[in-house]
């Protein structure tokens, strides 16, 4: 198989079992909180990426990292997976999940927005109007919609999935200045993260045996949002001749994941919420390809 081609298998797979994630994360709420939810499903990904450096001879690697290093791992661990997902499956416990699910996607913006500060960078006039166009998606899923009476239908639910969105652009940004090999960095942000969230789920008396649904919602997850899926996404980049081509391919990822949520989770999709989406993406794709043509002329 040519490379091009593994690259595009690799990416179209990672885009599928992200994808179905939002279902998963639903449908497992079921029967786990969401505090139970990150605690199995985080000891699951450590579990499959501590298999993955050992197989592939790196997991020496992880004996000899400096203390900087270490450090980072303990900051970056504490942002993602702790602090991201537990807010995140929280607003998962509040929201629809097609709602959660798109709002989540409102990340890239964000980071827009912190690369001011901390990166320095200054904002166009187009930049400055793609945030607009997909902060204005924000109103539209919150309101269901009724933009004119302003009236959120769940605005605790809307602002945690708007606070995990700035702790997953924070830890991006992090991550930019973060040089070590990806598999080896990510496993010990998770060994950090699965610390955090065993001394929260024990302090907070949350610890329990789940039954069967719950272990197959939480493996999963662990698996085909935390492990495998981040592996397959590594590999369609390695292989890839264009990288922002197979990148754009994430894009195809909040649609299909309203499919996945009809199907799965039996929601009907709200017009409201495809309207916000093509708002938050428009603007992300406005900042994405318009902003860099301006910025190059």
Known sequence: ????????????????????????????????NFVQVLFFASFIAVIFLALTLTISGKMRNIFCLSKKYIGMSAIMGFLNPFAYYLI??????????????????????????LSIPFLRQKISLISFLALLISFSG?????????IMTMRFSHPAGVALALVSAFFWASYWLLNLKDKREETEK??????????????YILSTNNLV???????????YIGLFEMGITFVLWLKALKYAENTARVSNLVYLSPFLSLICVSVFVGEKILISTIAG???????????HFIGKTAKAI
């Open 1 to 32: 198989m040519k490379t091009g081609n593994k690259s595009l298998m690799f990416a179209l797979m990672a885009v599928l079992f992200w994808s179905t994630i939002g279902s998963a994360f639903k449908l497992t709420l079921n029967y786990l």
């Open 88 to 113: 995140l499956l929280k607003a998962y416990s509040i929201l629809q999940a097609q709602e959660a699910v798109v709002l989540n996607y409102i990340w890239p913006m964000i980071l827009v927005l």
């Open 138 to 146: 924000i109103f539209v899923i919150a309101t269901e919609g009724r």
């Open 186 to 199: 990510l496993f010990m942000n998770f060994a950090f993260g699965f610390l955090y969230i065993l001394i």
């Open 209 to 219: 045996l789940p039954g069967i649904k719950g272990i197959i919602g939480t493996v």
């Open 277 to 287: 989406l093509i708002l938050i993406i428009g603007g992300i794709l406005i900042q």
